[in-house]
């Protein structure tokens, strides 16, 4: 999987469909001020099988 280089994105225009699966899960929360404490399970092809939070 290639990483994307790092680049400065408005709230409202981050591509989540070019990032890690799983940051349009716990990113939102983040930028929102939140503290969160999550657990991904991924397969080998870094789909995700589980997750809680």
Known sequence: MKEIE???FKIKDIPYDNMFINDKY???LVLDGK???AF???DEDFNI???KN
């Open 26 to 28: 716990w990113l939102p």
């Open 6 to 8: 790092p680049k400065w």
């Open 49 to 51: 099988l589980d997750y």
């Open 40 to 42: 991904f399970e991924f």
């Open 35 to 37: 503290k969160i404490k």
